[in-house]
């Protein structure tokens, strides 16, 4: 398995645990200790398969240094991936000399390699090293189902049991079965004299279904393709768990109105009511007089009917700290001018709440608080997360100011409370009304 940044969201003696307990090699060639100088995972593993040895490099994105928990990996450097690929691929056909080598990688697929504010991801790796030094990469991080419409463009919206065509760069396979365990993805090869050929790939979805309206107007959803039956061994393994966890994960903890909007191609881009209501959560615990956090730490919508304290940890699966910290004016506005900078199509896009601006040049144009004016002698509280209070998403630090306080209490319980007490939700309250801009 190719290490990814969320490992990082936890200390290294979480990620060390599950390495004792995975039965598979947790591999990354360009993650370093400082200190030392030396990796801190294993780079590649080897594998015999068919009388070929295999080579597999794992590597993970040096943006993990920005977007992972920065408190997690003081003594930790990301070096860039394509550097060490060209090393690790060097070593190991002067030492191994493995027949394949294919790189897993937690990096990104961005196509015709424009990968705007993140870090250079497998495209731009591929094109960067001597071709065909890779048989396959096998990717991830982007989230996508990485099939392609024409040279250098994927397909928009992919459907499900379809063909696929994966992306191939300067002789290397391009793969990517999208998230969460939705596919599988196969490759077929054939190796002859040397040589690696791709003769067959798909996506195959595991229960993929689909909402379908019959001519009586009621609607249901159907499987894409033809069901994949449940593995029972693996049913009666995970169902304790399940059931155990049944019981608080499923209460009704309060309703809304409307859907509450956070998939990742909305939190990422616009403002949103499920970023204002996030915040507004934080800003109701520690009486704050505005709020600020990525928009890569929201990960799901909630539809409207009954919210269920799953839904909320959907939400919010991390586990980071509501935090805040007391700034003058004149801090709000330069922490603010910053944030704002952070572009679209990142985890790094900022949600805001009680702030309004226009943004223009690397400026804040009529920048207010709570509807006023910022008064740059007043003393103001900022709330946000522990993540970008300490630097996470490239966000300024607020760990180091004097006004600074660790609330101590976990956003998902923050955001269940508020839902809780603020039940039923009214969508409207949280919809943005174009108080922030860019120009």
């Given at each position: 398995m190719a290490i990814g940044n969320h490992e990082f969201d936890n200390p290294l003696t979480v990620l060390r645990q599950q390495e004792k307990w995975a039965k598979f090699p947790l591999l990354s060639a360009n993650i370093y200790q400082k200190s030392t100088g030396e990796r801190l995972f294993k780079p590649w593993a080897l594998f015999k398969r068919q009388d070929l040895k295999i080579a597999v490099i794992g590597l993970t994105t040096d943006d993990t240094a920005k977007i992972g928990n920065p408190e997690y990996f003081t003594d930790i450097e990301f070096r860039k991936p394509a550097d060490e690929a060209k090393l690790v691929i060097q070593e190991l056909q002067q030492t191994?000399?493995?027949?394949?080598?294919?790189?897993?990688?937690?990096?990104?697929?961005?196509?015709?390699?424009?990968?705007?504010?993140?870090?250079?991801?497998?495209?731009?790796?591929?094109?960067?090293?001597?071709?065909?030094s890779l048989a396959m990469i096998v990717g991830g991080h982007s989230q996508d189902p990485v099939c392609m419409a024409a040279e250098n463009k994927k397909q928009v919206d992919y459907v499900p049991g379809t063909p696929c065509k994966p992306d191939q760069q300067n002789g290397i396979w391009i793969v990517q079965a999208h998230e969460w365990g939705k596919y599988v993805g196969r490759a077929d090869f054939e190796f002859r004299n040397g040589e690696m050929k791709m003769v067959n790939y798909q996506l195959i979805p595991v229960n993929l279904k689909k909402k379908v309206t019959w001519e009586d107007g009621k609607s249901e959803r159907v499987l894409y393709t033809p069901e994949i039956a449940e593995n029972q061994q693996m049913i009666s393994l995970l169902s304790p768990f399940q059931n155990k966890g049944k019981a608080q994960l499923e209460v009704k903890i309060g309703e809304t109105n409307g859907r509450l909007e956070?998939?990742?191609?909305?939190?990422?881009?616009?403002?949103?009511?499920?970023?204002?209501?996030?915040?507004a959560a934080q800003m109701d615990r520690t009486g704050a007089d505005l709020a600020v956090m990525s928009g890569g730490g929201i990960r799901d919508s909630i539809e409207a009917g009954d919210i269920s304290y799953k839904n909320v940890l959907k939400v919010q699966p991390f586990g980071n700290v509501v935090v805040y910290a007391d700034m003058t004016g004149k801090e709000v506005i330069d922490y603010l001018t910053a944030v704002a900078q952070m572009k679209p199509d990142s985890g790094a896009y900022p949600q805001f709440a009680n702030v309004s601006f226009v943004a223009k040049d690397g400026k804040l144009n009529d920048l207010k608080i709570k509807g006023e004016p910022v008064d740059p002698a007043k003393t103001y509280r900022m709330a946000t997360l522990n993540f970008n209070a300490t630097g996470g998403d490239g966000?300024?630090?607020?760990?180091?100011?004097?006004?600074?306080?660790?609330?101590?209490?976990?956003?998902?319980?923050?955001?269940?409370?508020?839902?809780?007490?603020?039940?039923?939700?009214?969508?409207?309250?949280?919809?943005?009304?174009?108080?922030?801009?860019?120009?």
């Open positions: 191994e000399k493995p027949d394949i080598i294919i790189a897993a990688t937690h990096m990104g697929h961005y196509d015709n390699g424009e990968h705007g504010s993140n870090a250079p991801g497998d495209v731009e790796m591929a094109r960067a090293l001597p071709a065909g956070g998939d990742r191609d909305k939190v990422r881009f616009v403002q949103t009511n499920m970023g204002r209501l996030i915040l966000y300024p630090r607020l760990d180091n100011k004097p006004g600074y306080v660790n609330t101590g209490f976990i956003d998902a319980e923050v955001l269940k409370a508020y839902i809780q007490k603020s039940s039923p939700l009214d969508v409207s309250v949280y919809e943005p009304k174009g108080e922030v801009s860019w120009q």
